[in-house]
Structures are given as structure tokens and as C-alpha cells.
């Protein structure tokens, strides 16, 4: 008989509504009832697509033995991650906080008043590896409960007083961030396999982001690193990813993580927020160096968003799953029996070599793929050695296609998709390719045509049904996607829209009394505190990415306002800064771009024709300390800064400003490519 799950729409949520558990989905309603019985709360937050959480439910939620003492003395409630974030950011820190680690499916105990005392992850159903039981945890959390109330009040008390702590201001320091960040990086840079740090090993695609943004701007920190040092933090890591396991070398797309440091065997699932922004960074690395092989991942990666993850090119979905026929991996991994069954002899040889497989197999008797494409570029592989590849691999996706595909999680996610779009405008941005600007401008649209007249937009939208409990993370990630349409469109509309949403931001999100933004709305009241986003993991901090968002909209619109905003949030986030630098990259980057501004503005005024790909001619996109957006003749603007500037005869013109001084307006390509270089020279 279904249990409680069974109306709800998220496929997590579904995926358990079968249980024996009598699972409640969040609300206030089971908090009552526990409050009424006196019984703990079993609160079990996981996603779609996490292998441990599917293994626990096979063995742990389907068994009646331990649904019925579950049903008989807790409330349990089940959340969905993706569908909320904020719940999973304040009790993902309190299991931190209990445990010292994290992780998914995350298993709190708490009081009826939401506090959390007692917290793990995976709990296997015997006792394993010196790890109790799922059902002797349940049994001493009730002895406990019953029998050392006083305990858990003492718990509860002072984890929720060490979540509201926060570092002293007054331990501001003089500290130059970005060598203290390149010293840490250097440290855990793994020299032989590319990436920071040892096994398991993540993209970390906000480190590659940073390390974009020092070398962009190389000449101011060249007395910190060498920059063939710096080369090989990026290359090789960008490369080592990209022939290992972690990535499909058939399908195309990152998993999610490995296991061992060599990027070779991963934990299967997909994320949309890993994909997006690794082909943002590969695609501008791939302006950088000039690689192809960059360029490949990059639009491989959208190959397989457009392909599987999306839905009619206007949303794209959030995740595909680790497992398919109750098998990890077993979609994306090969028998060598298997192909040398459907393979000709010749084909079987050369797939030997490009995927360095054997009929040993290098996991559990059986092959994952690596090397691939990358390393054939890598090796001086010519257009006939890419073109055999191709067809290989078209081959290789046709025998798998007929394997059962691991369960995809169709939520549309609007900060996610923010991240989709951005990394669309970055591949037009790259190589033109005006299918890109399109796909964006569909996805754009679908979400904002889901959006409330009161700026509420959808977290996320699922069989066209918007649901409405945005974060932080999806108005910073959704409002930076808009600014980089309206640098890529010139089209104003866009620019308009993200001002109108960072001010819903500053009502909603912004507390002046706190000097923070909190992930969850001032209108949501059903967390016992307000979670911030202050550290980047898996991806940069909403909080950081708004307040850079801020710093932009700020610097070239010349208001005060959000300035003021971004400097109580600075001298908030310096001491975090200062004490965990490899967590608050993107903090350390929007303080140097803070630091080093010289509010150089582009204003690109038009008549909205001839406008197509010039962002991309000018090649100005990534022009360090530069802002520029565009906006026609046709539109008025409400901004002082908009308001003397005109287009001449007709023609796109363009006006480079200094501190909001101006040089002569141009509408001559030459005249603008030349003010461009002596600015990019004086940088």
C-alpha cells in the first residue's frame, strides 16, 4: 500500500512511495504529530541519482521488519535534495557538525523541534565492517530518546549555537588571499594525475574557474607562480579528467566522481551542474590555448544535454542515475566478450587501442573505456584518425543504446539550467555556432514564461508544472545567465530582467541587520535557522555569486546601493576567506576584481539590426576587468548611465568608459578594436 510519497511529484520522492515506511514528505504536519507522541523524527534527504540511496532503500526501506519498529517509534520524513536545497544545506552541515563528514543519503534524528542530535549517512541492514546496523541505530536513538532527554536537549542546544556562529571581524587581516590560495593549490595538485587532492576525486569545476581567472590575468601574479606552473595545474587536469573513466567516452558527459585518484572508475550518476559548467571552463580554456581537444569536450558534453538531458531543447534535466537494471555502471560498462561478439576484427583491434581495454578488464573483470578522443589529439592524431574515431563510437552508442538506460531525473532546475544557459553562450561565444545562442534563448524563455509576476521564479519545473521554492542559488545562477544573453544578444530585454530579479534578491534574501544573504527566503519559516551558502562545494557559493552579480550591476551602474551592499558582505566574508581559502575561491576572485577595478565600461547602443555575432567579432567576452551590455535606441532606460548615449547614423556605436568618463562615441570596428587593445595593454 503506498504511503504518503505517493502524491508528491518529485521523482525521488516517488521512488519510495512504495515503502512500508509511513514516510510524510516535508511539512509542518509530521513535526505535530511527533510533537504530540513524543517521538523523534527520522529526517532521510537524498536525490534520484545517488547509488547509496537507492542501496538503502532496497534493503533498508522495503523491509517491513524495520518499517514497522520505524512506524512504531519515529515520524519519518523523506526529502528531496534537488527539490530542496535549503532544508539539505542546514542539516548536510549539521551532520558535518555531529559527524565530521557528509554525505548522501543523509540520516538525521531530530526533536520534534527540527533540532537534529543524532546523524550518519548509509546505515547498512547488518552489522558490516565494524558498522552497526540500520535497526540497532533505530533502537538505541529510542532508548535515548526515551531515557536521556536531557542529553539530547544538551546536543541539540549546542549544535544549533555552533550553526549560528560566526568568525570575529575583528580578525581582519592584511593577507594577500590570492598567494595564500595559489600555496594551498600548489600543495594539493596532483602532479602525476592531474586534479587537487587524493581519492575520491571531484572536477572541483570552481577550482578550474579560478585558475581560469589567474590566468587571464597572469601579469599581475607572475611573482606568485611560474606560468608553466600554472599550465600544468590546468592542462593536465583538464586532460586526465577527460581520458579517464569519469568521463563517456561514447555518450559524452562527466560522472560524477571517482573513487581512486586516477579518474578512472567513477560512481556513474550525472549531474547537470558538473556537465554545464565543465564545458563552460573547457570552452574557455579552448579560447586560451587553442587546443581542439578542449573544444571537443565542450560541445560533447551539449551533444549528450541536447541528446538525453533535455527536454525539447527548451529545459534541461537534473541528473541521470549511477545504476540500471539494480546494476552500478552497468550501462556504461563493457564485457570483452561482448564486443568482440558484435565487432569485426579489425573494429575490435582498434577499440582495444583507443580505450586501452583488455579481456582482463580494468574493473571487476570488465572494462571501463578511457583515453579516447583527447588522447589521440594528444598523440597528433590527424582529421582520418578523428573521422575513425567518430564512426567507432557511433557503433559503440548504437550496441549500447539497446542496453536498458539508467533512470533519468526530468526536474528542470532553474539554477542549474542558469548554469546550462551560461555554458551554451560561452560555446557562441567560442565558435559562433548560432544553435547555441538558441537553444539559451528557448531555455531562458521557458523558465521566465514559469515566472510569477512578482519575480518568483520556479525552483524547478517538472511535466510542465512549476514548483515554487526558489533559493538564492537559483535567482544567482538563473540572473548571471541573463547578463551573459545580454552580452551575447545585445538585446536589453535581458539586462532589464536581471536588475528587476536582484532586487527581489535584496528584498528576499538580503538581512542588513546580519550582513548576510541566507539561501532561503525571508518568507520560508520552516527551518529552525536560515542556511547561508558561504563556502564553494560542489560549485561556487550562491552567496559569492550573487554578490559578485552585485558588484557588476553596481560598478556599471554606478549605484550606490548594491555597493554599499557588497562591502558590509566583504568585510563579512574576509575572516572565512582568509582561514579557509580553498573554499572560498570564488570569494578570493570577487575581491580581486573588487580590488583591481577600473571600471572599465563598454555601453554597445544600437538599432537592432546589424548586431548578429558582434560581441563575438569584437571578441570581448573575457576581456579581464571589462564590463560591457548593450541596449537599442528603441528602449528607454531608466538608468543615468544609459541615458546620453546614442547610436550614430544607424550603426551599432560603441562608448569605452573609464570611471564613467567617456571616450568620443565610435561606430567605427577599427576605432573600438583599437581602444579595446590600449585598454587590454594598460590592464
Not at 414 to 433: D, K, V
Not at 593 to 600: A, T
Not at 643 to 662: H, M, N
Request: glycine content about 4%; hydrophobic content about 35%; overall charge negative.
Amino acid at each position: 500500500m503506498p504511503n504518503k510519497l505517493i502524491n508528491e511529484i518529485s521523482p525521488y520522492l516517488l521512488q519510495h512511495a512504495n515503502n512500508p515506511v509511513d514516510w510524510y514528505p516535508w511539512s509542518e504536519k509530521p513535526f505535530q504529530i511527533a510533537k504530540k507522541f513524543d517521538k523523534p523524527v527520522f529526517l532521510s534527504i537524498g536525490y534520484s541519482s545517488c547509488h547509496w540511496c537507492h542501496v538503502m532503500e532496497k534493503e533498508s526501506f522495503s523491509d517491513n521488519k524495520i518499517a514497522e519498529y520505524m512506524n512504531s517509534n519515529f515520524v519519518s520524513i523523506k526529502v528531496d535534495r534537488e527539490e530542496r536545497p535549503d532544508i539539505d544545506s542546514i542539516y548536510m552541515d549539521s551532520l558535518q557538525a555531529l559527524t565530521g563528514s557528509g554525505g548522501w543519503p543523509a540520516s538525521l534524528f531530530l526533536t520534534p523541534d527540527k533540532i537534529p542530535f543524532f546523524a550518519g549517512t548509509y546505515f547498512p541492514p547488518k552489522d558490516m565492517n565494524g558498522h552497526p546496523s540500520f535497526r540497532k541505530i533505530l533502537e538505541s536513538v529510542h532508548e535515548h530518546y526515551i531515557h536521556k532527554k536531557q542529553t539530547i536537549t544538551n546536543i541539540g542546544t549546542e549544535l544549533k549555537k555552533m550553526l549560528l556562529t560566526e568568525l570575529d571581524q575583528n580578525e581582519l587581516t592584511s593577507s594577500d588571499q590570492v598567494k595564500n590560495t595559489l600555496t594551498q593549490l600548489i600543495q594539493s595538485f596532483d602532479s602525476v594525475n592531474g586534479g587537487f587532492s587524493n581519492a575520491p576525486k571531484f572536477p572541483q569545476p570552481h577550482i578550474l574557474e579560478y585558475l581560469y581567472y589567474l590566468k587571464i590575468n597572469y601579469p599581475r601574479y607572475q611573482s606568485l607562480v611560474l606560468e608553466n606552473q600554472l599550465d600544468q595545474m590546468i592542462i593536465q587536469s583538464i586532460s586526465k579528467m577527460s581520458k579517464g573513466g569519469i568521463y563517456d567516452h561514447i555518450g559524452g558527459g562527466f560522472h560524477r566522481y571517482t573513487v581512486d585518484s586516477k579518474w578512472q572508475i567513477p560512481h556513474f550518476e550525472k549531474m547537470l551542474y558538473d556537465n554545464a559548467l565543465l564545458s563552460n571552463i573547457y570552452s574557455k580554456f579552448y579560447e586560451i590555448y587553442d587546443q581542439e581537444w578542449m573544444k571537443y569536450i565542450s560541445e560533447d558534453i551539449l551533444r549528450y544535454l541536447n541528446k538525453h538531458m533535455s527536454n525539447k531543447l527548451i529545459g534541461y534535466y537534473a541528473a541521470q542515475d549511477a545504476d540500471s537494471e539494480g546494476e552500478e555502471g552497468k550501462y556504461y560498462i563493457w564485457e570483452f566478450n561482448e564486443l568482440r561478439d558484435k565487432l569485426t576484427n579489425d573494429d575490435l583491434k582498434m577499440t582495444t587501442k583507443i580505450f586501452s581495454l583488455s579481456e582482463k578488464g580494468n574493473f571487476e573483470n570488465k572494462n571501463i573505456l578511457t583515453k579516447g578522443l583527447v588522447d589521440i589529439y594528444e598523440n597528433g592524431g590527424n582529421k582520418e584518425n578523428v573521422d575513425e574515431f567518430n564512426n567507432l563510437k557511433s557503433h559503440l552508442e548504437n550496441i549500447r543504446n539497446k542496453k536498458k538506460q539508467p533512470f533519468t531525473d526530468k526536474k528542470i532546475i532553474t539554477s542549474w539550467n542558469g548554469m546550462t544557459i551560461t555554458a551554451l553562450i560561452q560555446n557562441y561565444f567560442s565558435n559562433s555556432e548560432v544553435e547555441y545562442l538558441n537553444k539559451a534563448i528557448n531555455s531562458t524563455e521557458y523558465i521566465l514564461n514559469n515566472t510569477k509576476n512578482n519575480n518568483l521564479i520556479p525552483r524547478y519545473i517538472i511535466n510542465d508544472k512549476p514548483i515554487y521554492s526558489p533559493t538564492l542559488e537559483d535567482y544567482a545562477f538563473f540572473i548571471e545567465s541573463l547578463l551573459k544573453l545580454n552580452q551575447a544578444t545585445l538585446n536589453y530585454k535581458w539586462f532589464e530582467i536581471a536588475v528587476s530579479l536582484t532586487n527581489t534578491v535584496i528584498d528576499l534574501y538580503w538581512d542588513d541587520k546580519t550582513g548576510y544573504m541566507y539561501e532561503s527566503s525571508k518568507d520560508a519559516k520552516d527551518l529552525f535557522v536560515r542556511p547561508k551558502s558561504l563556502y564553494d562545494n560542489p560549485y561556487t557559493s550562491s552567496f559569492s555569486k550573487m554578490t559578485e552579480i552585485l558588484y557588476i550591476l553596481g560598478s556599471f551602474l554606478n549605484n550606490k546601493y548594491y555597493i554599499d551592499i557588497v562591502q558590509i558582505i566583504i568585510n563579512k566574508m574576509i575572516p572565512y576567506i582568509d582561514k579557509i581559502p580553498l573554499h572560498t575561491l570564488s570569494w578570493v576572485q570577487t575581491l580581486d576584481k573588487i580590488n583591481y577595478d577600473q571600471k572599465n565600461h563598454l555601453f554597445i547602443i544600437h538599432e537592432d539590426k546589424n548586431i548578429d555575432c558582434l560581441s563575438n567579432k569584437l571578441k570581448i567576452n573575457n576581456i579581464p576587468n571589462l564590463i560591457y551590455f548593450g541596449k537599442s535606441n528603441t528602449i528607454d532606460s531608466s538608468y543615468q548611465v544609459f541615458k546620453d548615449k546614442r547610436s550614430i547614423d544607424g550603426t551599432p556605436t560603441f562608448y569605452l568608459c573609464k570611471s564613467y568618463s567617456c571616450d568620443l562615441p565610435t561606430n567605427s570596428f577599427d576605432d573600438i578594436k583599437s581602444q579595446l587593445k590600449y585598454l587590454i595593454n594598460n590592464l
